[in-house]
């Protein structure tokens, strides 16, 4: 009866230490949490075994492309997946019931970004597709680590980075309606050792265009959001001709400086990122003890605010719309894309 | 051929005679008045209780047996000597019987030896066979025997000697034993009342291997038969009826005969209904039905789950679980009356979720998901009452990837931990 005397005393204090936890693991859902802020789903891997016969590995980017041509608006959803066959395949699905469609495209890009030119295509990599259709229209356009699209007035920008130049060197090329070359600049990000990239860029609802650098240091990690009144003002000041975009030359730049720094690395595989928002630069931390916590940091105010915490686990991957509406995750394990609510809304 | 024999034995009986005048010890006379105290070093030498054969039917017979009879007892006492007895003779011939040990132990305990020592013989065509035999007196139990039957000439002296030796031995042993009841013994039987009629009663845990029946509750009640107990001993008794638990009552046997009243015993769980909820399911209750078949130890269990998982943030919209689980359970450590019992569960659940959000596959708005249940360790602590504390910790993997979850463990590798109550009896 000793024994069970202890045995009790372990009890007891079990059930205290149980329900002296945080609320968030006395509150988070078994199941998950992100599906509370569900809009609307799709089980991609079904999907593809469905109707295209394709197993779904993994998806390594998600990204989304809005033109209007003929007096309408089309928009997609664009997953880039890595199948069972071995091939890594762009696919797109309807913006509003992400319904699986035809359209496929062999790509390879890392950073997936389409977007549509003066012409009134989506172009993806070195292809133009009919915004309509997603049939493919002009073929052998500029190519690269696409980041970009810019519709100027008459003009496409492409930002960009390759594979062949260091992390720091970024790219931005002016296409006429024709896709004929008017101008090309190239920029150094930093004078310094650190070791930046431009992991992001976005243009804002009122035309605001923002780039996001990441300073992968090891310890202290850190991303800069560099926010320019428009494309013109950042074409501006890549014709400047100024060598370096930040370190002893930032004051070149007319943008608002935006820093969000957090512990660990950003773009590192313990999955810190961040996304450009319509509301500023979101910032997720590590997942640890399976939770996950985002956090909103408003242009101009360089503190967080309207932070998030939820179950999660490394298979999710995550995409954050720049116009700020919904966000988006996949889950690895379950094959399901779920288009989320904002909780900074 | 009896003439024959006669003739035979006469010089045998000679060298006998003086084979015993020289091999005879010189044994005290026992007094025989009573004393208080017996010495537990003292042995108290009977007569040799001569039997049939040849000693009832002739003189000579008688003579023989007279001979080898008086050897036997110097032999016997002579042996007891070697062995730390103080040896004592008595002069009373017994007569064998059933209540010869009794006797034997009333003159021992009189002349104040703690021990009695009986030899028999029988003297017939030309054998001898006998029996020896040394009783403890106090409780008039034979403590060592030793016989033989070997051709009635000088070769049965060596082996007389044999045997003596030979009880002689086990008797020192027997009473250097410590199993050997050295102290007081009770003198009353044991009554005992209890509210369950035609409850069993037996002596000794309830189950345990050697427990003995000794009766049946009537009118409430329960005398037990004499058992000689030792004074200031603890013994058990265990009450069991069906459909019911049973218990041990210890019992310190005293000087009083003690009346023991036996609580009434509890009714087994046949079934039994658990409330509660855990992390992550906060906002919901999980109700259990324990079937029991076998009673207080082996059940089936239903778990029924309905919760919803809510984090309260802006956009969020709870999402509504209804888990039904099923499978057996054990109680492994302590038993029912022990207030802290622990066990395991294995089984597997079908696990409905609701959710708002749309999709182009699905026209309803319901997931399920598969999932087995490999281990479920729980443990309980009982209240005095019934009110009974249990938390439970359980390993559930998701075994279908149609639902919301995909497949592998749940809870994302976190334990899902329950607490709540039940009433166990």
């Known amino acids: 009866m000793t024994i069970a005397r202890a045995l009790s005393a372990l009890l007891g204090i079990s059930a205290i230490a149980l329900f002296s936890q945080g609320c968030s ?39 989304e492309a809005e033109s209007a041509s003929g007096g309408t608006t089309y928009r997609y959803i664009f997953f880039q997946g890595n199948f069972a066959d071995g091939t890594s395949r762009l696919r797109a699905l309807g913006y509003e019931n992400l319904d699986l469609l035809d359209f496929e495209a062999f790509n390879d890009y890392g950073a997936l970004a389409p977007g549509a030119d003066v012409n009134g295509d989506i172009k993806i990599g070195s292809q133009s597709y009919y915004a309509s259709s997603l049939i493919p229209h002009l073929g052998s356009l500029a190519n690269g680590g696409l980041l970009m699209v810019d519709i100027g007035p008459s003009t496409n920008y492409l930002l960009y980075t390759t594979t062949s130049d260091p992390t720091d060197l970024i790219h931005m090329d002016g296409y006429s309606a024709g896709w004929a070359n008017v101008s090309s ?12 990239t431009l992991a992001r860029a976005a243009q804002l609802v009122d035309g605001r265009v923002c780039l996001l650098f990441f300073l992968n240091n090891g310890s202290q990690g850190k991303a800069i959001a560099a926010t320019f009144a428009n494309f013109s003002t950042l074409a501006s000041a890549f014709a400047a001709g100024n060598p370096y975009l930040m370190g002893s030359a930032d004051a070149n730049l007319s943008a608002d400086m935006d820093v969000v720094t957090t512990n660990g690395s950003y773009g590192s595989p313990a999955g810190i990122d961040a996304w450009i928002i319509e509301d500023g630069i979101v910032s997720m931390t590590s997942t640890i003890n399976n939770r996950t916590t985002f956090n909103l940091f408003p242009f101009g105010s360089g503190a967080a605010t309207k932070s998030y915490s939820m179950t999660a686990n490394y298979s999710y991957l995550y995409y954050f719309q720049p116009s700020g509406e919904y966000w988006y995750l996949f889950d690895y394990s379950s094959g399901r894309l779920v288009c989320l609510r904002p909780w900074w809304k | 051929m009896r003439p024959k024999s006669r003739g035979r034995s006469k010089p045998c009986l000679a060298a006998l005679a003086l084979a015993v005048a020289l091999l005879l010890p010189s044994i005290a006379v026992a007094e025989e008045a009573p004393t208080a105290a017996l010495d537990d070093a003292a042995v108290l030498v009977f007569p040799v209780i001569t039997l049939g054969g040849d000693s009832a039917s002739s003189a000579e017979g008688g003579d023989e047996a007279a001979a080898f009879g008086a050897a036997l007892k110097a032999a016997l006492g002579r042996a007891l000597s070697e062995f730390s007895f103080t040896v004592k003779e008595s002069s009373e011939a017994l007569v064998q019987g059933e209540d010869l040990p009794v006797k034997a132990s009333s003159i021992a305990r009189a002349a104040g030896a703690g021990w009695a020592a009986v030899a028999f013989l029988e003297v017939a065509d030309k054998r001898i066979a006998y029996t020896l035999r040394v009783y403890e007196v106090s409780e008039s139990a034979l403590a060592s025997s030793a016989g033989f039957s070997v051709y009635a000439g000088l070769a049965a ?33 044991i009554s005992l009342t209890s509210p369950d009629e035609g409850a069993a009663v037996y002596i000794g845990a309830a189950g345990a291997q050697g427990s003995r029946a000794v009766g049946i509750i009537e009118d409430g009640f329960l005398l037990l ?7 200031n001993t603890r013994i058990v008794l265990s009450l069991s009826a069906k459909d019911r638990s049973s218990i041990d009552i210890p019992i310190e046997l005293g000087d009083e005969a ?16 658990l409330v509660g909820t855990g992390p992550g399911r906060l906002l919901g209750l999980g109700m259990t039905y324990r079937y029991f078949f076998r009673p207080d130890w082996s059940f089936l269990f239903i778990n029924e789950r309905l919760f919803a998982g809510f984090d309260f943030t802006a956009g969020s919209k709870p999402l509504v679980h209804a888990e039904t689980w099923e499978g057996f359970g054990w109680y492994l450590l302590f038993p029912p009356s022990s207030p ?10 079908f696990l409905f979720s609701f959710s708002s959000a749309d999709s182009p596959t699905t026209s309803n708005y319901a997931f ?27 390993g559930a993997y998701s075994i279908d990837s149609s639902g919301l979850l995909g497949r592998g463990w749940l809870g994302n590798g976190t334990p899902d931990l329950s607490a709540g109550l039940l009433w166990r009896r």
């Not at chain 2, 038969?225 to 004074?231: G, V």
Request: charge should be positive.
């Open chain 2, 258 to 273: 003690p009346k023991v009243a036996a609580p009434a015993l509890k009714k087994v769980d046949k079934g039994n209904i």
């Open chain 2, 368 to 394: 399920l998901d598969i999932a087995i249940l490999p281990i479920e360790a729980f443990c309980e602590y009982r209240f005095k009452s019934e009110l009974t504390l249990w938390l439970s910790a359980r």
């Open chain 1, 185 to 196: 600049a190239t920029w150094q990000i930093s004078s310094g050792s650190d070791m930046w």
């Open chain 1, 25 to 63: 693991y006395l509150f988070g859902d078994p199941y998950g949490d992100y599906m509370q802020k569900a809009v609307k789903w799709a089980n991609l891997r079904t999907e593809l075994q469905t109707k295209a016969d394709l197993e779904l590995n993994n998806v390594g980017g998600i990204g």
């Open chain 2, 340 to 349: 802290f019992r622990a066990g395991a569960c294995v089984g597997g659940g």
């Open chain 2, 157 to 189: 002296l060596p082996l007389m000697d044999d045997s003596a030796k030979t009880v002689a031995s086990k008797a020192a042993a027997y009473r250097a034993s410590p199993a050997r009841g050295v102290g007081e013994i009770i003198q009353y039987r």
């Open chain 2, 225 to 231: 038969p004499y058992i000689p107990f030792e004074k």
